[in-house]
C-alpha cells in the first residue's frame, strides 16, 4: 500500500515525458541553450528545476554567479523561393520573447526564491536572471541562440 507521501515523491521525481511538438521543441531549444552555456564557461547546476507553481529551465553558474536561465523556442520556418517574384518569402518577424508574460515573470521569481532559500544560498551571492531564445530549424536540428543577460523581474 502506497501512502500519499511516497506516491507524490513518485510523481515529481519521475523524468517529463515529452510528447507534443511544442514539448518537444522546448526541449530541443533547452539542450541547445545548455550547450550555448557550456560552451561559454557555464557550470550546469540544474535542469528543469520544477517547483508546484513553476519551473525554471536551467540554473547554471559562472565566476560564482548564479544564473537563472528561461528559454523560450520556436520553429524558425525559411519557406521556399516565390515562383511569382523570385523573392525569398521568410516567416522570421516573431520573437520567442513575446511569450513572456508578467505572471510567468511573477512565477518565475517565486522560482528562483525558493531555490535560494531550498540551497541556503546567502544573500551576498551574486545571481541574475537570464533569458534565452532559440530560432530552430528543425531539418536541421540546429538553432540560432540569443542571450540576455540579467533581466529585472
Not at 522546448?26 to 507553481?53: D, P, Q, S, W
Not at 525558493?114 to 531564445?133: A, E, G, H, M, P
Request: net charge positive; charged share 30%.
Amino acid at each position: 500500500m502506497f501512502h500519499m507521501k511516497h506516491l507524490y515523491s513518485i510523481i515529481y521525481d519521475m523524468p517529463k515525458v515529452f510528447t507534443s511538438t511544442k514539448q518537444k521543441i522546448g526541449k530541443l531549444g533547452e539542450e541547445l541553450a545548455k550547450r550555448f552555456l557550456m560552451k561559454h564557461g557555464y557550470t550546469i547546476l540544474e535542469e528543469n528545476y520544477t517547483k508546484k507553481y513553476g519551473e525554471m529551465d536551467l540554473i547554471a553558474q559562472k565566476n560564482d554567479k548564479i544564473h537563472f536561465v528561461e528559454v523560450k523556442s520556436i520553429i524558425s520556418y525559411n519557406p521556399s523561393v516565390s515562383h511569382e517574384t523570385k523573392e525569398d518569402v521568410s516567416c522570421e518577424t516573431y520573437d520567442p520573447l513575446q511569450n513572456m508574460n508578467c505572471m510567468k515573470l511573477r512565477r518565475l521569481s517565486r522560482v528562483i526564491q525558493v531555490y535560494l532559500l531550498s540551497k541556503s544560498v546567502t544573500r551576498v551571492t551574486d545571481w541574475q536572471f537570464d533569458v534565452i531564445t532559440v530560432k530552430i530549424k528543425e531539418k536541421e536540428r540546429i538553432g540560432t541562440v540569443k542571450h540576455l543577460k540579467n533581466i529585472i523581474i
